[in-house]
């Protein structure tokens, strides 16, 4: 049973479109996460919830909305997309807070032309 | 405030020689300490972490690191490399009641036969 899954694994899209990444975890955690990694493998936080609750929004544009409907589950939503999405985004789980390590999905490769 | 610094972006080893990845923190409070490896085309997953106790820690695939306080650092290494380690590497930080680590830049690991 995959831990953390994302679909889908690869998204090619045109500039101005809108589109979705889902994400879910079987792992019962409390809290998930939305990262996106550059071209340089540079990892950046995007949003975090815990409990279906936003608990953190790093300076992000408001083109990206997250959405969970249950603590399994935490999409992304992107409105609007630019050249400069393109990225790997990464969606994790932890249990919660401290010790915890997290669990990483697969990624999304997002190419926008 | 917590930052990570992974001394070198490349690091090239021979198979069979040994592997360190240097890794310095800062901490505003006592650290939980992460390392990750990244597989190409595929999510991050846990090598190991330091919480607390024993200072040394070990961890999959032959890797261990050593949490050394008075140094602030947290070095991966491994005895001998084997191809199948090539990888990038992150090491990662998080405060006590934090949910979010701060993650390093990474370190990309080339093993040559």
């Known amino acids: 049973d995959t831990a953390v899954s994302q679909t889908p694994k690869y998204l090619v899209t045109q500039m101005g479109n809108d589109k979705s990444i889902k994400c879910e975890q079987n792992?019962?955690?409390?809290?998930m996460y939305w990262y996106k990694q550059d071209s340089k493998k540079f990892l950046k936080i995007m949003f975090s919830?815990?409990?279906?609750?936003?608990?953190i929004n790093e300076t992000v544009p408001n083109r990206f909305s997250p959405k969970s409907p249950d603590k399994a589950h935490l999409n992304l939503h992107i409105n609007s997309l630019e050249l400069g999405d393109s990225a790997v985004y990464f969606c994790?789980?932890?249990?919660?807070?401290?010790?915890?390590?997290?669990?990483f999905g697969p990624g999304t490769r997002l190419t926008v032309t | 405030a917590q930052s990570v610094t992974q001394l070198g972006s490349h690091v090239s080893v021979s198979e069979g020689a040994l592997v360190l990845l240097r890794c310095n923190y800062s901490?505003?409070?006592?650290?939980?300490l992460f390392w990750y490896v990244q597989y190409p085309n595929q999510g991050l997953q846990l090598l190991l972490k330091?919480?607390?106790?024993?200072?040394l820690v070990k961890g999959i695939n032959g890797f261990e690191a050593e949490f050394k306080k008075s140094e602030t650092s947290f070095h991966l290494t491994k005895p001998s490399a084997h191809m199948s380690d090539a990888a990038e590497y992150f090491c990662?930080?998080?405060?006590?009641?934090?949910?979010?680590?701060?993650f390093g830049r990474g370190t990309s690991l080339i093993v040559h036969p």
């Open positions: 994790a789980s932890s249990q919660g807070q401290g010790r915890d390590e997290q669990y």
């Open positions: 330091y919480t607390t106790g024993a200072t």
């Open positions: 792992l019962g955690h409390d809290t």
């Open positions: 990662a930080v998080k405060g006590g009641g934090s949910y979010i680590p701060t």
């Open positions: 901490s505003s409070v006592p650290p939980y």
């Open positions: 919830y815990n409990n279906k609750e936003l608990i």
